[in-house]
């Protein structure tokens, strides 16, 4: 064993960094939005608080914060009006370019 490494914190660090990298990893695999996913972003465009979207979901604000933070990545977005941005122009647009490219005569 190597002086000044503590078994303990070596152990507890490969555990830690396993988590997140696989984490990270499954975060990708999935480009759809569930249902519960879709519905917190609905609420975030209507300008809902964390608190307000926590009351609807009947989850506590650290919840839905938390649960916002992993949206934030599977978008991927910086921020909640990025993340509405995102969620608007891929999930909610399709079909408009093609209905504004033949106007109603």
């Known amino acids: 064993m190597s002086e000044g490494v503590m078994p303990w914190k070596t152990a507890a ?3 830690a960094e396993k988590h997140v990298v ?3 990893t499954a975060r990708h ?4 939005l569930s249902t519960s996913e879709r519905q917190m972003l609905e609420w975030l465009a209507g300008g809902l ?4 979207i926590g009351e609807r979901m ?4 650290k919840t839905v914060r938390n649960r916002l933070t992993r ?3 599977k978008l991927p977005a910086a921020n ?3 993340a509405v941005g995102v969620y608007l122009r891929r999930y909610c647009n399709a079909g ?3 209905r504004d490219s033949h106007p109603s005569e």
């Not at 695999?29 to 759809?32: A, G, I």
């Not at 608080?49 to 307000?52: K, M, P």
């Not at 009947?58 to 604000?61: D, I, M, P, V």
């Open 13 to 15: 660090l490969g555990t």
């Open 22 to 24: 696989g984490a990270h």
């Open 29 to 32: 695999r999935s480009d759809t």
């Open 49 to 52: 608080t964390n608190a307000q």
């Open 58 to 61: 009947c989850r506590s604000e």
């Open 71 to 73: 949206l934030y990545v």
């Open 80 to 82: 909640r009006a990025e």
């Open 96 to 98: 408009v370019e093609d």
